[in-house]
């Protein structure tokens, strides 16, 4: 198998599960306006985050890979529906296919409205919210309150997905896995996204040993697929892979290759090690695996998860045949090319 699909220039083919682009003077981003102390527990201090980023910037700083697709996500703006479509309008003139995930808030009283305005943008495949609490640190406090994983309005709001080919990220710290096990469980007919690889707090052995066992729970459920990425929010700007090695190995192990997908996070991934040192260092990470396995994790697992066969880009060059519980009827029928 080809992990250098289409013409061969030996680089290695990718599909960034995890970009955001957008531009300050198009859609209103208040902690780009002024020092935000969550958004900096987060990420760290990002004075040096541009306050533009557009795909130019991106095909720049991801020169080194060739880049076949993107994962737009939403970046925190004050009007979430004017930023999808600000969004889909970069997606239309884009050089690159570019799926798209959107904000949403499961107990807003018009998230039906929402869904519809969503439903109407070809790019939109996927859904998310920011539902991280940390009750040691009030900074680190996305979600209105610790309990909403459990909350029965939240629950039907959510049940608004079904019958929607859409997957749905939930962004939650370690300590909430437990939480989102049952939310997983209560709704097989909707894919879910691990974020950040669960996102572990404590770093600690024991910390290690409970976020393994939480997502290997996760793991056997079939409708979900675990996304790497942001690995300098969650092991420091000056992360190493021997750091890092267990922990997404970990996940790789029980999940497979085929439900593991790896993004950039870019621009924020230029606080850290920027984008051709991070790459080398999956590289590394996946040196082991069968030429299939790497490229699955690269590029096949989040071309069919994020729905790519709707945007032109199919699973080209021997990648992986997307897995039933990631396969929409369009998919299941598309073969690998040799």
Known sequence: MSETSGRSDGRRAIVDAHVHLFDHTANRHEFLERRDETFEALVGEYSRLPRRYLIDDYVRDSGSRRVEGIVWYEFLSEDPVREARWGQALADASPIPQAMVALVDFRDPALGERLDLYRA???????REH????PGDPRRRFAARPDLLGDPA???????????????GLEVFAH????????????PDIRFTLAVMGWPLDLS???RERWGQSVAELSRCENVCAEIFAVECVFGMDWTVEVARPWIRTLIDVFGPDRCMIGSHLPIARLSRGFEPLYDAYEELFADLAPGERDSLFRGTATAWFRFDRLGLGLRGGGARPQPHLASEGAEGASAES
């Open 131 to 134: 539902l991280g609490w940390d």
């Open 176 to 187: 909430q896995l437990p939480e989102l096990l049952d939310v997983v469980r209560l709704q």
């Open 154 to 168: 939240w629950r039907a709001g959510l049940s608004s997905l079904r019958g929607w080919d859409v997957a749905c």
């Open 205 to 207: 052995a024991e910390g």
């Open 121 to 127: 943008l070809p790019n939109v495949t996927a859904v």
